[in-house]
């Protein structure tokens, strides 16, 4: 067979991502599936050949965006007499493929997040004739086992997807619907994504699941052993070299397991974050929405994992306004903030989702009042947030660098509590004695230690402490 890809002339892609670190995960898949095919990475739409929007479904705004943006794209295709292909990935493809060829003939192709694998066929067929354009159906066959067993890192951080799908069915929400039902890889996959990504130089992977401590993977080959869990999973991959940090989000109380826990407290590698949703305080509002846990269970389970980790940075969900929610209930929400102290949150007004049983519920909370409950919550959710970043001032962390920071002579990394830390290299002399950018490509992917100066809502500022004075 002759090699035409020499003479072929490149054809760009450009993939817009929405929703949640799986659909992120996703997009970077997508383009590991399109580089053998000639399809390089375009920094925007306008220097594209391919268009991937990579949807979500989440709430209504979400799926809103995915019809605007395919309204500009639709124009920018005409513009080019029709030299556009335009793709729609993810859980709105999965949810409403067919409304959207109806809305926007401009489509070239939908496909749901099971179907990522057939792109390249997809965009033949699409390329060839119109029609015959939609992929949506829930393979059997495991997407994950047709994806491309390499990955191409892009820095010193990289997620890694061990779970996909949820089985919860919580009222208010239509992953179980868009994501299918829970599914998890083996761990010989995972290790050897892993391994791939430590030898790229990736120092810090983030475990990604619709429910990541759901995760129940087909253990090692040859091991005879069950099905293994999260915490196994984290001690078996905290003993790959270069793998010095391990996360996983976004998991489920429910799925809190001893082990899981002890594992904060007992494998370096673990960080001390842990993003665990309970999306009200009131275990009335819990139990319409299925949760399957009520207010107290959270607690206990905080207390267990501050037990097992005593300076963990707490992370989680918020829904204002399901359907019946009262005055009291929402106060017990609050309280439930107050006890936690978080620090970061995230928090959502309900937003009725056509198919999901909330959606039908009586006692629909008027929009003013979701608006006044979610300011209410963020203030103090924004007020936490702050003091827990303030409470780092002074305090000498270490920093998995990524990057160039804000502004010259400073670079940008991540604290172990997930905190975007900015900070200067004038301290260490080997900035002065070296050529600064070739010092800064050095230190990306290196931890350092940065003393803290200062703090705000989204970001800590510090130095570089220089590497002997570390050491005393
Ligand atoms: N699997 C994760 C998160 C799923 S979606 C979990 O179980 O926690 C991320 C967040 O979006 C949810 O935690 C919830 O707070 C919010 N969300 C989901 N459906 C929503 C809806 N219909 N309206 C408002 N917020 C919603
Ligand atoms: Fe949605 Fe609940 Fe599943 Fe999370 S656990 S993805 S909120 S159904
Ligand atoms: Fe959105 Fe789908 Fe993720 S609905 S939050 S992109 S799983």
């Not at 665990?276 to 207010?295: C, E, K, Y």
């Not at 608006?371 to 970043?389: I, K, S, W």
Request: charged share 25%; glycine share 6%.
């Amino acid at each position: 067979m002759t090699d035409t890809s020499a003479s072929r002339p490149a054809k760009r892609v450009f993939i817009k991502t929405y929703g949640c670190q799986m659909n992120v995960y996703d997009s970077e898949r997508m383009r590991d599936v399109l580089r053998p095919i000639g399809y390089a990475p375009a920094d925007s739409a306008d220097e594209a050949d391919l268009v991937i929007l990579n949807t979500c479904h989440i709430r209504e705004k979400a799926t809103e965006k995915v019809y605007s943006e395919l309204g500009q794209l639709k124009l920018m295709k005409q513009e080019r007499g029709g030299d556009l292909t335009i793709a729609v990935a993810g859980c709105v493809a999965q949810a409403e493929g067919a409304e959207i060829m109806r809305r926007q003939p401009a489509v070239d192709l939908v496909l749901g997040p099971q179907a990522y694998h057939k792109l390249p066929e997809m965009i033949a067929r699409a390329s060839r004739a119109k029609g015959d354009r939609l992929e949506t159906e829930f393979e059997t066959l495991e997407k994950f086992d047709a994806l491309p067993k390499t990955r191409e890192a892009d820095g010193p951080s990289a997620f890694l997807s061990v779970q996909e799908g949820c089985d919860k069915f919580c009222t208010f929400c239509v992953v179980p619907y868009t994501r299918g039902a829970e599914l998890s890889r083996s761990v010989d996959d995972i290790t050897a994504e892993a391994r791939s990504l430590a030898a790229q130089g990736v120092r810090e992977i983030t475990l990604l699941g619709q429910n990541v401590n759901a995760f129940h993977g087909a253990a090692p080959a040859l091991s005879n052993e069950a099905d293994w869990t999260l915490g196994q999973l984290v001690r078996h991959l905290a003993k790959i070299g270069g793998i010095e940090r391990i996360r996983y989000t976004t998991s489920h109380p429910r799925d809190m397991d001893d082990d899981l826990i002890a594992a904060h407290g007992d494998t370096a590698a673990m960080m001390p974050f842990l993003h665990l949703p309970v999306q009200s305080g009131s275990d009335r509002i819990l139990r319409a929405m299925n949760r399957g846990h009520t207010a107290e269970d959270y607690r206990e389970i905080i207390r267990k994992v501050r037990a097992a980790r005593p300076d963990i940075a707490l992370a989680s969900d918020f829904i204002v306004g399901f359907p019946g929610e009262t005055h009291a209930d929402f106060e017990a929400t609050m309280q439930l903030v107050r006890d936690v102290n978080y620090a970061i949150a995230y928090s959502f007004k309900y937003s009725a989702r056509p198919g999901t049983p909330a959606a039908d519920m009586a006692g629909q909370v008027p929009e003013q009042v979701k608006d006044a409950r979610l300011q209410q919550l963020q203030q103090l959710l924004r007020e936490q947030q702050a003091a827990f970043n303030r409470s780092k001032i002074g305090q000498t962390v270490p920093v998995l660098v990524t990057g160039r920071g804000r502004n010259p002579g400073q670079a940008h990394g991540r604290s172990p509590w997930l905190q975007a830390v900015h900070f200067d290299l004038s301290g260490d002399h080997r900035a002065h004695d070296r050529d600064p950018d070739a010092f800064l490509r050095d230190l990306v992917g290196q931890i350092v230690d940065v003393r803290v100066i200062d703090a705000s809502l989204n970001s800590l500022t510090g130095e570089l402490v220089p590497v002997r004075e570390a050491a005393l």
